[in-house]
């Protein structure tokens, strides 16, 4: 299975910081990369597809990038509403896998 | 809207199937993958596996062939059995569609289901 290691695991930042979360494969997977938000108690979802793509509905602020073994998902001005858990999948290789979960949380 | 929910038992013994459905509405199941995804409490996600409403299924080879998924797309559900269930299975049940971009097929889970607490205890 493709491994997926995102850093960090967790974050401290205030409203109005830019903050970027890094995932990293084990192996290459070209774009194939999707983030996830998910608040407690509250099913993931879809920010970002295929690396870059910005999900309907989902605020510019949110953009993602990269590619092969090295990606980044960055959010341009927190919001209050953007603190929560931000999870990588890779859909290169079944099976599909996850990231360990990046935690925003408020300085 | 499309929506998605799950339903099922949320206590299974050791040993036992777990059973769940994920009921869809809105939309029609034609030409979608349909996944199964779960997460304990505290973890990350695990991908359990998806059908397609053409026949092909995968499944995560971590369970190690206790799963099976099905469509019945003239009710508009998707069911996941899981059996031999023991505590490590324990976790919060979603269900969700995948979707795909572009001419390679670049998958993606874009509609999920609230979830369901499943607990395996005796």
């Known amino acids: 299975d493709i491994q997926m290691t995102q850093s960090p695991s967790s974050l401290s930042a205030s409203v109005g910081d830019r903050v970027t979360v890094t995932c990293r494969p084990s192996?290459?997977?070209?774009?194939?990369l999707n983030w996830y938000q998910q608040k407690p108690g509250k099913a993931p979802k879809l920010l970002i597809y295929a690396a870059s793509n910005l999900q309907s509905g989902v605020p510019s602020r949110f953009s993602g990038r990269g590619s092969e073994t090295d990606f980044t998902l960055t959010i341009s001005g927190l919001q209050p509403e953007d603190f929560a858990t931000y999870y990588c999948?890779?859909?290169?290789?079944?099976?599909?896998?996850f990231g360990q979960g990046t935690k925003v949380e408020s300085k | 809207q499309v929506q998605l929910q799950e339903s099922g038992p949320g206590l299974v013994k050791p040993s036992e199937t777990l059973s769940l459905i994920c009921s869809v509405s809105g939309a029609s199941l034609n030409g979608y993958f349909w996944t199964w995804i779960r997460q304990p409490a505290g973890k990350s996600l695990e991908w359990i596996g998806r059908v397609h409403t053409s026949g092909t299924k995968d499944y995560n080879p971590s369970l190690r062939g206790r799963v099976i998924m099905s469509l019945d797309t003239s009710r508009s559900q998707m069911s996941l059995r899981l059996n031999s269930v023991t505590a490590a299975d324990t976790a919060v049940y979603y269900c969700a569609r995948e979707d795909r971009y572009g001419e390679k097929y670049l998958f993606f889970s874009d509609l999920w289901g609230q979830g369901t607490l499943v607990t395996v205890h005796s």
């Open positions: 999948q890779q859909t290169y290789i079944k099976p599909w896998t």
């Open positions: 192996q290459g997977i070209i774009t194939n």
